[in-house]
T-cell receptor, first 114, second 116 residues
Framework: KQEVTQIPAALSVPEGENLVLNCSFT??????LQWFRQDPGKGLTSLLL?????REQTSGRLNASLDKSSGRSTLYIAASQPGDSATYLC?????????????FGKGTKLTVNP | NAGVMQNPRHLVRRRGQEARLRCSPM?????VYWYRQLPEEGLKFMVY????????ESGMPKERFSAEFPKEGPSILRIQQVVRGDSAAYFC??????????????FGSGTQLSVL
C-alpha cells in the first residue's frame, strides 16, 4: 500500500530564506508526483508535476526534484516571501490499482515571516 | 474559463440529516474525482466518475455515501444519515480526459461539512 510522508509538518522561516520541503513515498511504482499548494478555505493549486521519467521541474522560484528509486522528492523554494505561506501537499499517482487516484501526504504548513 | 465550482462552501447538518455536495467541473472536463480531508489528515480518494458512470468507488464508504455525475448538471456527493465523523472538507477535482501520466488535476475550493 502506497504511503506518502511529508517532513516537517510545519516550518516557520524569515522572509528571504531559501527552504526545502521533503516528501517520501513507500512504493516507487508511480506515474508521477505532484506538489500542490493549499491556502486556508481554498482549494488546491497544482504547482509542479514531475513524471516518473523526469528528475526535476522548475517554475519561477520553485524547483521540485524526484528520486523515484529512493522514494523521495523535494520542493525547493528560493527567496521565500510572506505570500508563500500556505500548506504544501505532495501527492503521487500509483501505477497499481488501475485508476487515477492520487495518494497525498499530510502536508507541510509553511509560514514565512516578514 | 471558470474553474471547478463547488457548493455550498459550508454546510451544517445535524446528526441523521442528509448532506448533498455539488461539483461543477471545469468547462470541457468530463472526469470528476471526490476527495475527503479529515482534520489533521491528508486528502483521501473517495470516488472517480465520468458522465453517467462510476469508474472507481473504492475509497467511498459502502454505507450512507453515494455519488453521481449525470449527463446534465453537476456531480453530486450524497451522504445520508450523517454522523459527527463525517465532518470534513470535501474536495472535487476534474480533468479533461482519463488522467494521462502528465495531466494535472484541477481542484475546487471544497465544501466544509460540519455535523452537529
Amino acid at each position: 500500500k502506497q504511503e506518502v510522508t511529508q517532513i516537517p509538518a510545519a516550518l516557520s522561516v524569515p522572509e528571504g530564506e531559501n527552504l526545502v520541503l521533503n516528501c517520501s513515498f513507500t512504493d516507487s511504482a508511480i506515474y508521477n508526483l505532484q506538489w500542490f499548494r493549499q491556502d486556508p478555505g481554498k482549494g488546491l493549486t497544482s504547482l509542479l508535476l514531475i513524471q516518473s521519467s523526469q528528475r526535476e521541474q522548475t517554475s519561477g522560484r520553485l524547483n521540485a526534484s524526484l528520486d523515484k528509486s529512493s522514494g523521495r522528492s523535494t520542493l525547493y523554494i528560493a527567496a521565500s516571501q510572506p505570500g508563500d505561506s500556505a500548506t504544501y501537499l505532495c501527492a503521487v499517482r500509483p501505477t497499481q490499482g488501475g485508476s487515477e487516484k492520487l495518494v497525498f501526504g499530510k502536508g507541510t504548513k509553511l509560514t514565512v515571516n516578514p | 474559463n471558470a474553474g471547478v465550482m463547488q457548493n455550498p462552501r459550508h454546510l451544517v447538518r445535524r446528526r441523521g440529516q442528509e448532506a448533498r455536495l455539488r461539483c461543477s467541473p471545469m468547462k470541457g472536463h468530463s472526469h470528476v474525482y471526490w476527495y475527503r480531508q479529515l482534520p489533521e489528515e491528508g486528502l483521501k480518494f473517495m470516488v472517480y466518475l465520468q458522465k453517467e458512470n462510476i469508474i472507481d468507488e473504492s475509497g467511498m464508504p459502502k454505507e450512507r455515501f453515494s455519488a453521481e455525475f449525470p449527463k446534465e448538471g453537476p456531480s453530486i456527493l450524497r451522504i445520508q444519515q450523517v454522523v459527527r465523523g463525517d465532518s470534513a472538507a470535501y474536495f472535487c477535482a476534474s480533468s479533461h480526459g482519463r488522467q494521462a501520466t502528465n495531466e494535472k488535476l484541477f481542484f475546487g475550493s471544497g465544501t466544509q461539512l460540519s455535523v452537529l
